[in-house]
């Protein structure tokens, strides 16, 4: 009996999906980023548009966030904070919300950037396709593609939600190894903050 419990315990674990602890349902690391274009955004007080084959950096650090997401507020000081330590860097960080909801949609987001000083590019995706093709789950939720378009990263920014007991900078750890031509050690952790609102049929 203890072999045949034995052998039943070693065909669950051989069973087990191969997405076991990894948390995006539509792309892994080490796939090509989906591509995408044509997104409207603003950029301080200037109209803006996201297209990821006209950036030039050497890394992209592509973010969802939501306005109405007490968690995006949270984390939206630093995000500018790291925004400004990468600046003359070769990175570029670019945000985009998808959710359809009036809080969220462009003209809300203008009035954020502005009030708030968004010292990066923000736009807004009224068809949700990029959430979509990048399992976006969460915001604030980030993705760090490297010169290839790679996505080398996909995750939360760091290990709490409290800025004051961050242990573990899991973006800025990634950003650096991959300027210094290094791998990414931690390349997926679980996203938190609030859920995209996704609209059925989009």
Do not use: W
Not at 30 to 53: E, Q
Not at 143 to 163: C, H, P, Q
């Amino acid at each position: 009996m203890r072999k045949l419990f034995l052998s039943l315990a070693a065909l669950a674990l051989i069973a087990t999906p191969a997405f076991a602890g990894k948390y995006n349902k539509a792309i892994s690391v080490g796939d090509k980023a989906p591509t995408f274009s044509g997104i409207p955004a603003v950029m301080g007080d200037k109209d803006a548009n996201l297209s990821l084959d006209s950036i030039k950096e050497e890394v992209v650090v592509l973010v969802f966030l939501a306005n109405h997401c007490p968690v995006v507020t949270e984390y939206e000081d630093r995000i500018i904070d790291f925004t400004k330590a990468y600046q003359g860097k070769s990175v570029k960080v670019v945000a985009v919300c998808v959710n359809d909801i009036d809080s969220d949609r462009l003209d809300a987001i203008k009035v954020r950037v502005k009030d708030k000083g968004y010292n990066f590019v923000y736009g807004y995706d009224e068809s949700q396709k990029i959430g979509h093709a990048y399992g976006a789950t969460n915001t604030p939720q980030f993705f760090v593609l490297d010169k290839d378009r790679t996505i080398r990263y996909t995750g939360a920014m760091d290990d709490n939600r409290s800025e004051g007991k961050v242990s573990k900078t899991y973006l800025k750890d990634a950003v650096d190894a991959l300027l210094k031509g290094e791998s990414v050690e931690v390349s997926e952790t679980r996203p938190v903050g609030c859920g995209v609102q996704y609209t059925k049929g989009k």
